[in-house]
């Protein structure tokens, strides 16, 4: 069965940077909208950006525009999400999702399969 992989995540300072890494070990990942959520605590789970199948269309959250992009290798079934200047607001679970096919694409129920989450925590 398929499995996400999320990895990356830690404890960095204000103006940091990280890139989380998101391996799918599926068949599908090659042509399918991968997704990055984030969960910050007492929120909820809200996505963060999108990455179409062929890396041409991508969508970020205003929060994160200008700071965060997203990129994937399907040779590698590996999605990107590199954050670049980091701030405190940015702390919380970080998950990549694929979107269910035929679904929307950006509300968590557009999505079907996702990882454990990996935690990124930002400090001042």
């Known amino acids: 069965q398929a499995q996400l992989v999320e990895s990356g995540g830690g404890l960095v300072q204000a103006g940091d940077s990280l890139r989380l890494s998101c391996v799918d070990s599926?068949?599908?990942?090659?042509?399918?909208?991968m997704g990055w959520f984030r969960q910050a605590p007492g929120k909820e789970r809200e996505i963060v950006a999108f990455?179409?199948?062929?890396?041409?269309?991508?969508y970020y959250a205003d929060s994160i525009k200008g700071r965060f992009a997203v990129s994937r290798d399907n040779a590698a079934n590996t999605m990107y999400l590199q954050m670049n200047n980091l701030n405190i607001e940015d702390t919380a679970d970080y998950y990549c999702?694929?979107?269910?096919?035929?679904?929307?694409?950006?509300?968590?129920?557009?999505?079907?399969?996702w990882g454990q989450g990996t935690h990124v925590t930002v400090s001042s």
């Open positions: 990455i179409s199948w062929d890396g041409a269309t991508t």
């Open positions: 599926g068949r599908t990942f090659k042509s399918a909208t």
């Open positions: 999702a694929r979107r269910r096919v035929g679904g929307g694409l950006y509300s968590r129920s557009d999505y079907e399969l």
